[in-house]
């Protein structure tokens, strides 16, 4: 008798146990933080590895992040290594760096044959899930990355070639998006391009770059595009091109242009990257921008992409 109410206490323990083990509360996802930062060009290269130029905004991204990794929106030549050397050099060898295509690295064949050789076969970049069209498959591509879903597009795609087009979102490109945006169940869907849809003048300088052109240029293949983007509830588009850095909604989806981060290369408006956080319910944007120096990078904009 007393060995079977034994046997009746432990297993009522174990059932107590188990229940209590349904009954705690699910973990929250882990928090996953990124850089957006382009147009470094020339400015991150040997002659410039003194104070003020991409290499401080890296530098600043280490002191606020270091985030998972960044991600350069254009315009990285003439030698792309050296961006690269700013960022494995000050976040680490095996920080991952995903670039995308812009006007002059489109123009420059040592440059585009670097870029390629990163993604190599189209899934070299760490967590790709997707590689591009045929005739695209190392420059355009999408990764996963915790719960957000990333497409890297190259608007110079024409179809035939990855530098044939000049700043566009092309049939070919628009039917690979819209195939890859339809298969992911990610919460959080971001697409990065070179060029703005819309262009908007930088939020502190006012200055105004490129007006009419990239996406712009032409405005049936904008127009399509950006419905795409609403349809299947993308949360931000990032881009650079302007030199601009600014942040608006557009019937219903974000444009986050990231500007500049060459430091005191560009005067014309402060230098800037975007940090992005990704939670489990919202996702968070901070613009941090230097002095005319290019030094002392602060937030000087943050907001939310999900909560109004």
């Not at 650079?240 to 500049?260: F, L, P, R």
Request: hydrophobic share 40%.
């Amino acid at each position: 008798m007393v060995k079977r109410r034994f046997w009746v206490v432990l297993v009522g323990f174990a059932l107590l146990v188990a229940g209590l083990a349904v009954a705690a509360p699910p973990e929250q996802p882990t928090s996953l933080s990124f850089f957006v930062a382009g147009d470094t060009r020339k400015y991150a290269g040997p002659d410039y590895r003194d104070p003020g130029y991409f290499l401080t905004a890296v530098e600043a991204m280490r002191s606020v992040g270091p985030g998972a990794f960044i991600i350069l929106p254009g315009d990285l030549d003439p030698a792309t290594r050296f961006a690269r050397e700013a960022v494995t050099n000050t976040l680490g060898a095996a920080y991952p760096f995903y670039p995308v295509i812009g006007n002059h690295d489109a123009a420059i064949a040592e440059t585009m044959t670097y870029i390629r050789g990163l993604n190599a076969g189209g899934t070299t970049l760490p967590n790709v899930v997707r590689k591009g069209p045929p005739r695209c498959e190392e420059t355009m591509y999408a990764f996963d990355w915790s719960d957000a879903h990333i497409v890297i597009l190259n608007e110079y795609f024409d179809g035939k070639s990855d530098t044939g087009a000049d700043g566009d979102v092309s049939d070919a490109t628009f039917a690979w998006l819209g195939e890859d945006l339809s298969s992911t169940t990610k919460p959080f869907i971001f697409v990065v391009g070179h060029v703005p849809a819309y262009v908007f003048p930088d939020m502190a300088s006012g200055r105004m770059r490129h007006e009419g052109g990239g996406l712009e240029a032409n405005l049936a293949h904008r127009d399509r595009f950006w419905k795409l983007l609403k349809e299947k509830h993308v949360t931000a588009y990032f881009c650079g091109h302007t030199h601009n850095a600014s942040a608006k909604k557009v019937d219903g989806v974000w444009q986050i242009d990231t500007g500049v981060a060459r430091g005191k290369g560009d005067t014309g408006a402060p230098s800037t990257f975007v940090k992005i956080t990704v939670g489990a319910s919202d996702c968070r944007y901070e613009y941090y921008r230097a002095d005319a120096n290019g030094l002392n990078y602060k937030v000087t904009l943050a907001g939310s992409l999900v909560k109004d």
